[in-house]
Structures are given as C-alpha cells and as structure tokens.
C-alpha cells in the first residue's frame, strides 16, 4: 500500500494540532467510569467485586493498542480515527440500553466485553493522533507528547464539569451522550488530523506557539479546578452553568489562534542567502567525483579488485545499502525492539509506575469514604488537575533539560518513582489534612509516566514503528490494573470489610493500609530499574541532542 499523502505548508500541523486537543479529550472518556458505575451497581444489581470486574475491563480496554499502532502504519489517520468512533458509538450505546433497561437482563460477560469495547476507542483516538502529531513535529517529541497527553488527563475534569453543570449528575445521560456526542466530535475532527511535512530544521516561531499552546493549557485546567470547586460549593443557576461551560469551550479552542494567527499574518519568507565561492551554482554539476575515489583510483589498475572496491564505494556513499540491525535512536521493528534489554526495562518502569498508579484511581472514592471524606468529587477534580500538571510540566522541563544537559527523560520517571514511595507511605499513614497532598503528588507522578514514557519510546526506537511500540507499552496499565487493584486492593479491601461485620463496605485506615505498604515497595523497585535505564540510555540521549537540538539520524527514515 502507498503511503499517505503529506500536506505541505506551515499551517495544515498547527490545525492538526488544535483538532488533536479535541481528540484526546475524547480520548479520556475511560475517566467517566467512577460518574456512572454506581448506576452499573443499582440498576443491574452488582456487587462491589463485579463493579471492580468491570473497572478492570474499563482499563483493559483503554490500553490494549496494538491493533491502533499497526494501523497508523497501514491506514491513514481518518480510517484509525474511524474506527475509535465506531467502537465508542457501539460500547457506550450497548451499555445505554443496558442501564436504560431498554436491553433487559443483559449477560455480566457481554457487559465486560461491550465495556472493553467502548474504552478500546480510547486507544484509537489516542494513538492516531500521537503518532500524526509526533511525525508532524519530529524535533519537538517532548514537547507535543506533553500537550496532548496532558489534555488526556484534563479529560477527566472537562467530563466532570459536564456531568455536574450540563447532565445534572444523571448517570444515564453521560451514557448517551458518551455514546453519541463523542462519535460526532471524532468525525468533525477526523478531517483536520492529517500528515503533514515535518520542518528540518529549529525555528523559533515554532517554540513559541508551543508556548503559547501551553500556557492556555494551563489557563484551561485552573479554570475547571476553580469551576469545580465553585459548583460544589456555591448554589449556581443553570444559565450561570451554561455560561461557564461555553468559557471552558472557547478556551478548549484556543490552540486553533496559531492557525488563525499564520492567515492574517503570514510570516516574512527567508531572504536568500547572497551568492558567493561556496555556494553551488545553477551551471555547477550535480555529482562530483567523491574523495574517496580519488584515494583509490590507484586500486582500479588491478582488474581483480575493481569489482570489489565499486561495491564498497557505493556502500559508502549510500547506492548500496549494508544490511544491519539499527542502533538505538535508529528505526527498530517492533521484533527487533522487543530483544533490547532497554525495551523491557522501560516497560517494567513504566508499568511499576501507572500499574501502582491506576490503584489508586480505580479505588479513589473507596479511599476517600474509608478515611472519612464522603464527597469525593474535589478528590477526582484534584487528581485531573495535578496529573494534567505532570504531564504537561515533566514534557516541558525534560525538553529543557535534554537539549541543555543531554539528561534521559528516563530520569523522571525515576525521581518520580522516589516522590511515589514518599506518596504511598503518607497514605498509609492516614494522617489528617494528607489524603488531599498525597493524592495531588500521585496524580503528578503518575502524569510523568504517561509523557515521559512516549517520548523516550520514539527517542530510543524511532518513529517509523512508534504506534505499535508505544501501544504495547501502554498494557503496563491494564497488567497492573490486574494484579495490583483487582488483586491486591480488592482482597485486601474485602478482608478488612469482613473483620467489620462482612459488610460490602470498609471503613478505616486499615482498609488499604497493606496495599500502600506493598505499592511502596513497588516503587522502590522501579526506582532501582529507572536508575539502570538512565544510566544504559545516556549515551543515546548524548548522541542525538549533542549539538542542543534534536539530531535525526542518518539512517533513520521518517
């Protein structure tokens, strides 16, 4: 199949870019599930243990993209995007009908199934438009990784903000307008989201865009912390509400200024550089005879070595091309990366990081109501807000750092890894006035992961087959989702409720204690592994940022 067709031009990127936000709020749907699994619970009659059996499903489905990233190989971003609609309109759709009772007695398994149908859209948002807009701003990886992975944790805000202020907190409306207002936001979008010719070289209009892009990033995510926390604790009229929800769109919009701002003020073309003794002429000819067959014309008087010696001056000025495995920073095939040692111990940081991580947040409203805080809807404001912060600020500072000092991305991770053990001990500990600073730090560190983990996957194996490397990265979280909460959490949790009187509900710190005991030493041993990762990857990071700016390899090809 021929590849797709790039747009040319500076602003086809920048509205790519701008539809990429939408997207990737889309993208965060998979947060609704704590707004609507009480209505699972009441409806259809579950347990605690099947609700928990239906989040892991949630998380399931959210991650498992292997499928999204060899069609952004294949397919152009459209057809991916596509694809994330029909599952979203399907999943969401079947489980409307299911808390509706329009759809009777719906089997538990095809519950799941369905479940893991609608998040998987998730995984078809997301990774097409990384993967465009990655391929779209090669040099600017850390920075573009940032943006839109920090808007995927902004979802969850901008979903809660809706729920409260345009649904009324009705459980069955999130549903259908999961089912049918995301559907029609991605085929609006889908056109937009296109491949672009990359720029080759740094310009400096491009920072600042991005840093205008960024700033009204976090212009939008203290404006829906503040209309949170306005909303539960003020009596607000629905006129003031929808005021305050069209000021959260307009904001959502801004990205769309750049585009804007390149129509009416087109920048000034370069001047051509003046003529002189080193430029090449029109007249000058193309092909020179190279150095390295001047050097060896004494070897082609020997008929028996002539052969020989073209072969391997055409090896060495690229007409023949030498069969090897690439080197890291090189583009790999998802074979040839998966028997790196580098691969596997990002996948075990990345996976020790959001699989304690993704605890937390599925269990987040149980945590809350066990130490004492009944509403928990600022607690879910709060994690959006700072894991928005994480993403955002770690794709920034390590952009910095990485041009500046050659430092890995990997090296974040770690550090946040270290904060994370400081994190689950002050959970533990059940202090008052800590629940609301520990789950804030958490939901940095666990922001760090996501956008560290994106750049430093296209950094160490390239960007020709990121789609499918990324995706597989990207089931640390279910994994750990698996083992750490439904596992761990969950028979920890239920063991404490029996001790009380074999209630469904735990009350006290001793309800997670254990677990956060145990997350701890998780992290701990992710912050040995990241501390080996750094160290293997330095070189890499100094052979392509040597020169303080990002260096494509030579046999890299985009």
């Known amino acids: 199949m021929t590849g797709p067709v790039l747009k040319a031009g500076s602003r086809p990127p920048w509205v790519g870019l701008a539809a990429a936000v939408w997207v990737e709020i889309a993208a965060g749907n998979a947060y609704n599930f704590p707004l609507y699994s009480s209505a699972l619970k009441s409806v259809l009659g579950f347990n605690q243990q099947q609700v928990t059996i239906l989040g892991v499903a949630n998380d399931i489905g959210e991650s498992v993209g292997l499928l999204p990233g060899i069609a952004c190989n294949k397919f152009p971003p459209w057809a991916v995007l596509l694809v994330g609609t029909v599952c979203c309109f399907l999943g969401y759709g079947v489980i409307w009908l299911a808390v509706s009772q329009t759809l009777p007695n719906l089997p538990y398994w095809l519950?799941?199934?369905?479940?893991?149908?609608?998040?998987?859209?998730?995984?078809?948002?997301?990774?097409?438009?990384?993967?465009?807009?990655?391929?779209?701003?090669?040099?600017?990886?850390?920075?573009?990784?940032?943006?839109?992975?920090?808007?995927?944790?902004?979802?969850?805000?901008?979903?809660?903000?809706?729920?409260?202020?345009?649904?009324?907190?009705?459980?069955?409306?999130?549903?259908?307008?999961?089912?049918?207002?995301?559907?029609?936001?991605?085929?609006?979008?889908?056109?937009?989201?296109?491949?672009?010719?990359?720029?080759?070289?740094?310009?400096?209009?491009?920072?600042?865009?991005?840093?205008?892009?960024?700033?009204?990033?976090?212009?939008?995510?203290?404006?829906?912390?503040?209309?949170?926390?306005?909303?539960?604790?003020?009596?607000?009229?629905?006129?003031?509400?929808?005021?305050?929800?069209?000021?959260?769109?307009?904001?959502?919009?801004?990205?769309?200024?750049?585009?804007?701002?390149?129509?009416?003020?087109?920048?000034?073309?370069?001047?051509?550089?003046?003529?002189?003794?080193?430029?090449?002429?029109?007249?000058?000819?193309?092909?020179?005879?190279?150095?390295?067959?001047?050097?060896?014309?004494?070897?082609?008087?020997?008929?028996?070595?002539?052969?020989?010696?073209?072969?391997?001056?055409?090896?060495?000025?690229?007409?023949?091309?030498?069969?090897?495995?690439?080197?890291?920073?090189?583009?790999?095939?998802?074979?040839?990366?998966?028997?790196?040692?580098?691969?596997?111990?990002l996948w075990l940081v990345f996976f020790l990081g959001v699989g304690t991580g993704v605890t937390v947040l599925n269990n987040l409203t149980q945590i809350g109501v066990a130490l004492g805080y009944n509403n928990t809807t600022i607690l879910l404001s709060l994690f959006s807000f700072c894991n928005f912060f994480g993403r955002l600020g770690s794709g920034t500072v390590s952009e910095y750092f990485v041009r500046s000092r050659t430092i890995p991305r990997t090296l974040w991770m770690t550090l946040s890894h270290v904060l994370m053990i400081v994190v689950f001990l002050l959970y533990a500990s059940a202090l008052n006035g800590t629940l609301y600073a520990a789950t804030a730090l958490l939901g940095v560190c666990y922001g760090i992961h996501y956008s560290m983990m994106v750049p430093t996957v296209s950094e160490l194996f390239g960007l020709r087959n990121f789609g499918v490397i990324y995706s597989f990265m990207l089931l640390g979280n279910p994994i750990g989702a698996v083992l750490f909460s439904a596992m761990l959490a969950g028979s920890v949790y239920d063991a404490e409720a029996a001790k009380q009187g074999g209630g469904s509900t735990c009350l006290g710190p001793n309800c997670f204690r254990f677990t956060f005991q145990i997350l701890a030493g998780v992290c701990g041993l992710g912050t040995i592994l990241g501390i080996i990762l750094t160290i293997r990857v330095r070189p890499v990071y100094q052979m392509l940022y040597s020169g303080g700016s990002f260096r494509l390899p030579q046999s890299s090809s985009h």
């Open 111 to 345: 519950l799941f199934v369905t479940l893991c149908i609608a998040t998987n859209s998730n995984a078809w948002f997301g990774t097409a438009v990384l993967v465009t807009n990655m391929r779209n701003f090669p040099l600017n990886r850390g920075t573009v990784a940032g943006i839109l992975k920090g808007y995927v944790g902004l979802s969850a805000a901008v979903y809660t903000v809706i729920f409260s202020m345009v649904l009324k907190k009705s459980s069955l409306n999130l549903l259908l307008f999961l089912a049918l207002g995301i559907p029609v936001l991605s085929l609006v979008m889908m056109y937009f989201v296109q491949a672009c010719n990359p720029a080759s070289e740094e310009d400096s209009s491009i920072n600042l865009h991005f840093n205008f892009t960024q700033a009204f990033s976090v212009i939008v995510a203290i404006y829906l912390l503040t209309t949170t926390i306005l909303y539960d604790t003020l009596s607000i009229s629905d006129s003031v509400c929808y005021v305050m929800v069209a000021i959260m769109v307009l904001l959502l919009l801004s990205p769309l200024a750049i585009p804007i701002k390149m129509t009416f003020f087109p920048a000034k073309p370069k001047k051509p550089a003046l003529e002189d003794d080193n430029v090449t002429r029109v007249d000058d000819p193309l092909l020179t005879p190279s150095s390295s067959a001047a050097n060896l014309g004494s070897f082609h008087e020997t008929d028996d070595y002539a052969s020989d010696i073209d072969t391997l001056l055409a090896i060495g000025e690229g007409a023949i091309k030498q069969k090897r495995r690439p080197r890291r920073g090189e583009d790999f095939k998802f074979r040839e990366a998966v028997i790196k040692a580098d691969f596997w111990l």
